[in-house]
């Protein structure tokens, strides 16, 4: 298996900062002959089902808005969210799709400090 | 509009079977794979298994192998998750979700909004 391993558990932003969110694959999941990496970001609030932020690592989904950003590549990659708002209050998760097993990290709680 | 919509909510006795369901709609069924993804109370996300629609090619994570079945319905745009013996630790919401298409699929891009499951004696 691809071992996904997200740090923070968790953190605490006030509004308007900067919340980063890392997460390490266990091997690469660049695959080099498409330069894409196999990973993916969800966001979930309580009680819903998780949402697609990024795939290909940094491809935003439509309708995300531009405040999230992901970044990296072979195994380290980020979440990035630039000015933190009362709604981005969730859990976040990554996931490969390298490997035909997904694999998610443990998830990351951002809460407003 | 594309839609994932799972079954209801269900309560069981450890060993009794279950069959849950991801009834899909608003695109071409077959040229997607979907997965069945875990959640346990207070937990995060777990990856059970995936089955494509073309050829129904399935395959199961390492700690669901033999312990769960995945299958569709081709004829109503439908996948499923079975149990043939439940345990108490198959308590949790499960969640069917669609790969991204295309050329390169990507991502879990529609989400089933969630069958709870509880299991107790």
């Known amino acids: 298996d691809i071992v996904m391993t997200q740090s923070p558990d968790s953190l605490a932003v006030s509004p308007g900062e900067r919340a980063t969110i890392n997460c390490k694959s266990s091997q690469s999941i660049l695959y080099n002959s498409e330069n894409r990496n196999y990973l993916a970001w969800y966001q979930q609030k309580p009680g819903q089902p998780p949402k697609l932020l990024f795939y290909w690592a940094s491809t935003r989904e439509s309708g995300v808005p531009d405040r999230f950003s992901g970044s990296g590549s072979g195994t380290d990659f980020t979440l990035t969210i630039s000015s933190l708002q009362a709604e981005d209050v969730a859990v976040y998760y990554c996931q490969q799709y390298y490997d035909i097993l997904w694999t998610f990290g443990q998830g990351t709680r951002v809460e407003i400090k | 509009e594309v839609q994932l919509v799972q079954s209801g909510a269900e309560v069981k006795k450890p060993g009794e079977s279950l069959k849950i369901s991801c009834k899909t709609s608003g695109y071409t069924f077959t040229n997607y794979w979907i997965g069945w993804v875990r959640q346990m109370p207070g937990k995060g996300l777990e990856f059970m298994g995936v089955?494509?629609?073309?050829?129904?090619?399935?395959r199961y994570s390492p700690s669901s192998q033999g312990q769960v079945t995945i299958s569709a319905d081709k004829s109503i745009s439908t996948v499923y998750l079975q149990w043939s013996s439940l345990k108490a630790s198959d308590t949790a919401i499960y969640y069917c979700?669609?790969?991204?298409?295309?050329?390169?699929?990507?991502?879990?891009?529609?989400w089933g909004q969630g069958t709870t499951v509880t299991v107790s004696s």
């Open positions: 979700a669609r790969r991204q298409g295309g050329n390169y699929p990507g991502g879990l891009d529609v």
């Open positions: 089955i494509y629609l073309r050829d129904s090619d399935t």
